[in-house]
T-cell receptor, first 113, second 111 residues
């Protein structure tokens, strides 16, 4: 049973345009969400996070939106740059703080020059 | 500020052997987490150590074990290696919050 799902394995956008990566979750006990970026042969790099008490968090070119009723979050990257090409993972943490992050399968973003 | 470091980068073992992977957290971080990323799969939570104690473990057999040292560094041990243990093993650390910062990983290959 996959509790965090990223239904799009890949996404391709033009440089300068917006990239929107989506993530759905099933467990209503999740109250903290994170996005990570991963390049090949490297560990995941933390990008941005959001608590369930908010519906939006912004950091530079990155904005995360949370829709609790739909159990859906999205990551917007504006403007997209070729260096953003990587695998993006969303992760969720339950309110009981088990130390465990539950990851989606990842979406490969390609930003074309 | 130095990030999370892991050693070795690559490790090749044969079935039945034991593997030991090491992790040094970011300075000031007291929690260390271990994850497994097998080929084609997502990151799966293995273990959480905080202040030298095991706080939680994921759905892995007991031959996956570890410890955390007084300087907060950590070791992951995998006994009786099986072919399906071949994976990227990632270590992460955190301070008081739930934001985890990852190291570059150790690629374990079991032949």
């Amino acid at each position: 049973d996959q509790q965090v799902k990223q239904n799009s394995p890949s996404l391709s956008v033009q440089e300068g345009r917006i990239s929107i990566l989506n993530c759905d979750y099933t467990n209503s006990m999740f109250d903290y969400f994170l996005w990570y970026k991963k390049y090949p042969a490297e560990g995941p790099t933390f990008l941005i996070s959001i608590s369930s008490i908010k519906d939006k968090n912004e950091d530079g070119r990155f904005t995360v939106f949370l829709n609790k009723s739909a159990k859906h979050l999205s990551l917007h990257i504006v403007p997209s740059q070729p260096g953003d090409s990587a695998v993006y993972f969303c992760a969720a943490s339950p309110s009981s703080n088990t130390g465990k992050l539950i990851f989606g399968q990842g979406t490969t973003l390609q930003v074309k020059p | 500020e130095a990030g999370v470091t892991q050693s070795p980068t690559h490790l090749i073992k044969t079935r039945g052997q034991q593997a030991t992977l090491r992790c040094s957290p970011i300075s000031g971080h007291t929690s260390v987490y271990w994850y497994q990323q097998a080929l084609g799969l997502g990151l799966q939570f293995l273990l959480w150590y905080d202040e030298g104690e095991e706080r939680n473990r994921g759905n892995f057999p007991p031959r996956f074990s570890g410890r955390q040292f007084p300087n907060y560094s950590s070791e992951l041990n995998v006994n009786a290696l099986e072919l399906e243990d071949s994976a990227l093993y990632l270590c992460a650390s955190s301070s008081l919050g739930r934001k985890q910062f990852f190291g570059p990983g150790t690629r374990l290959t079991v032949l």
